[in-house]
């Protein structure tokens, strides 16, 4: 029989104590037991716990110790050897196992205690990132707010209504009580009160500018607490209990209003800021946050950015209406002063005819007078009349070109002309003056100079008369040279030129004429005062007052019409004088030699020209100019026949009449005259040459000339010999055209 390992039976009262043990270890094995299966569950369903080997271990010790109390249940009653063998393995795998979880878990513990650390750390970072959210989240709604003021604000461009929108926009956005807006005064020394949000103090107060709360504002670019005690915060009466709400400030910079005069705002301001306060609600805790003086100090920056650009609106307005006004006054300017041009032209135009008609009685009558029998006392007195006629005629001429000149309508008409006769008609007309002041005359042209040349030779030819005219005029003894050559590209470079600058090219050439005299000098500094219209050398005009003072200012503007330069030297007074000009000729082609315009020449010989029984019909309605012009061409032994009007010339011209002058005055008779006789004569060899008799110089009259079909047309006043070769040359070339 084998051995047992039994427990004394007990007492009776020990039973009950037994059945509650043998209760507890089974409910106590049954609740290890499920504890694993927690366990289990926990570990399948956390896939990123770090230590389950760990909880594996626990769950062995839960669930040997549950093992130990269930086989312990057997261990009440009267029990075998393998019971209390496994009873004894049991205890001995719950020890071993509870030792190893003990050592495992103090390594286990510091790794959770920093787990826990670093849990802490984070709910930290996490509080610290919901406290950055939150300022985030204010500064948006703060930059919204910003946003949404600065839409208002610069919604427009007028600085009282940016003003007025800034502050009603703070007070709605920010709650205020008040808000308001100093702006200094035209002596800078003040701070008025402009712009208020209630308008509880009366607009137009003012308080000192060098006040110490005023300069702390004004010194900072921050908004500035002050006290509500202080003059700029004075904004509303306070009656009662109520304490003052907190008070900011801020400055607003202004533009140098020095640069922008905007009405009523100052000239010139010692402070280029501006100031605006603002007041919370009073009797109240709330006290201003960061974000709320940070959307202040934007709003104020905002405002300066809008009131600038109304500055600069208003500015540019003013500038474009005093521009406006500019251009009206210089628009009315302008057509005032095309009227008095126009008036100018028409008075010189009408002046020009009346005069050159006057004039061709004047000189017709001399010239036959001075080929009469005339005693020597009488002589002189008709050349001097002819000679102070020719100068009234020059005169006449000098002004009415000058007045072209100076309204741009003189244009130069290029023709091909002889350049070498063009110089010996020049000679020709100055040996008589000169031989007379027994002045020695020499003339030197080059070899190189083209024969002919293309450009305005009445131009050319007029300025040469007065360059060498003033030359005879002021020198009473020496000699006086002429030289003409082309001027080479090293010439160019001269020195007394250093503003002209040619253009060559190989169908043109420069002209350089220079006149030298030893006459009577000029003083070096008059020099530049000569080519002035109206302006003479006073040292010479005290010994020789001939002359208007036109002369060079006329010959400046041709050369300078002819592209070239005219400049004047003289070491002083009793030294001489050189004049030289530069201008720019083309050169014409071999074919165009032959094709040269007609210009009158005066004959050599005055008796060797006859044109008796040349008939020639007279049309004139003034009966003095066609008395003088009937006396010229009887003179030269012509047949002539008078008109008075356009029908009793139409009646009266015939076959017979080869020649028919007519004036040709500002309106269309003489043009329609022409028209008429051209149907008259059909054929034209029948037809009687007709020239125009004119004092009108304006180039619309050759234009009109040619157009009906005239054959020529010359100016009045016209002498002798101006008639002898007017006649010689028609009949010979069939047509004859003066440059006007």
């Not at 600085?159 to 808000?179: D, M, N, P, Y």
């Not at 009206?328 to 009408?350: K, P, W, Y």
Request: one cysteine or more.
């Amino acid at each position: 029989m084998e051995s047992c390992n039994c427990i004394d039976p007990q007492v009776p009262a020990d039973d009950l104590l037994m059945k509650y043990q043998y209760i507890s270890d089974f409910f106590i094995a049954l609740a290890y037991f499920s504890i694993p299966l927690e366990l289990i569950y926990f570990v399948k369903k956390s896939a990123v716990f770090p230590y389950r080997w760990v909880l594996v271990q626990f769950g062995a010790f839960i669930v040997l110790c549950g093992a130990t109390h269930l086989i312990n249940l057997w261990t009440f009653r009267i029990h075998s050897r393998t019971v209390a063998v496994v009873m004894t393995t049991a205890k001995v795998l719950t020890a071993v196992v509870s030792c190893a979880t003990a050592l495992m878990l103090v390594h286990i513990i510091p790794d959770l205690l920093s787990v826990k650390t670093r849990e802490l750390f984070l709910k930290n970072k996490a509080a610290e990132l919901d406290r950055e959210m939150g300022l985030i989240r204010t500064q948006e709604e703060t930059g919204r707010h910003v946003r949404m003021l600065t839409h208002e604000i610069r919604s427009t461009l007028d600085r009282h209504t940016i003003l007025k929108t800034t502050l009603v926009e703070l007070g709605r956005t920010l709650a205020l009580e008040e808000c308001a807006l100093w702006m200094p005064t035209r002596t800078g020394l003040e701070l008025q009160l402009s712009y208020t949000l209630r308008q509880q103090n009366p607009v137009g107060y003012t308080v000192p500018i060098h006040l110490p709360v005023i300069n702390q504002v004004f010194s900072s670019n921050r908004a500035v607490k002050i006290s509500p005690n202080c003059p700029v915060a004075r904004l509303r009466p306070y009656a009662g209990k109520y304490m003052p709400g907190a008070v900011v400030a801020v400055r607003v910079p202004l533009l140098h209003l020095s640069n922008f005069q905007i009405y009523d705002w100052p000239e010139v301001s010692t402070r280029s800021y501006a100031l605006m306060v603002l007041m919370l609600p009073s009797d109240s805790a709330r006290q201003w946050h960061v974000h709320e003086l940070e959307l202040v100090e934007v709003v104020a920056d905002q405002v300066a950015v809008a009131l600038s650009h109304a500055a600069i609106l208003e500015e540019s307005m003013r500038a474009r209406d005093q521009l406006m006004e500019q251009n009206v006054a210089l628009d009315l300017a302008r057509r005032e002063a095309e009227t008095a041009i126009r008036a100018r032209n028409d008075f010189l135009a009408v002046m020009n005819h009346e005069m050159r008609t006057p004039m061709h009685a004047v000189i017709a009558l001399s010239s036959l007078l001075q080929e009469t029998d005339l005693t020597a006392e009488q002589r002189l007195m008709v050349e001097t009349i002819l000679k102070s006629s020719n100068l009234l005629a020059t005169l006449i001429n000098d002004v009415l070109d000058l007045s072209r000149l100076e309204d741009g309508s003189l244009q130069l008409e290029a023709t091909t002309f002889n350049l070498h006769s063009l110089f010996r008609e020049v000679l020709n007309l100055i040996k008589p003056v000169a031989s007379v002041k027994k002045l020695s005359l020499t003339s030197h042209i080059a070899s190189d100079l083209p024969m002919y040349a293309i450009g305005d030779e009445k131009r050319l030819m007029q300025t040469i008369l007065n360059v060498v005219g003033n030359a005879v005029k002021f020198s009473k003894e020496g000699c006086i040279s002429i030289s003409a050559f082309v001027a080479k590209p090293e010439s160019f470079r001269d020195a007394r030129i250093p503003d002209f600058l040619p253009v060559l090219s190989d169908n043109h050439f420069y002209l350089r004429v220079q006149v030298k005299d030893s006459g009577s000098g000029i003083n070096p500094q008059d020099i530049p005062k000569i080519f002035t219209k109206f302006a003479q050398n006073q040292s010479l005009t005290t010994r020789n007052p001939a002359g208007s003072g036109l002369g060079l200012a006329i010959c400046r503007r041709f050369v300078n019409l002819m592209e070239g330069h005219i400049w004047v030297e003289s070491e002083g007074i009793g030294k001489g004088c050189t004049v030289t000009f530069i201008v720019k000729l083309g050169i014409p082609d071999r074919s165009n030699e032959f094709k040269l315009p007609f210009v009158p020449k005066v004959p050599g010989n005055h008796g060797s020209t006859n044109f008796a029984g040349l008939k020639v019909l007279v049309t004139d309605d003034n009966g003095v100019s066609r008395t003088v012009t009937k006396g010229l061409l009887m003179h030269l032994g012509c047949d002539v026949t008078t008109a008075s009007s356009s029908e009793e010339c139409l009646r009266v011209v015939s076959l017979e009449h080869e020649v028919v002058f007519m004036d040709v005055c500002a309106g269309l008779d003489g043009y329609e005259l022409a028209i008429r006789i051209h149907e008259k004569f059909t054929k034209h060899q029948d037809r009687p040459l007709i020239v125009a008799l004119t004092g009108n110089t304006k180039k619309v009259t050759k234009e009109n000339c040619m157009r009906v079909g005239m054959d020529g047309l010359i100016l009045k006043p016209v002498s002798v010999d101006k008639m002898r070769g007017v006649l010689s040359e028609l009949l010979e070339r069939r047509v004859l055209f003066e440059t006007v």
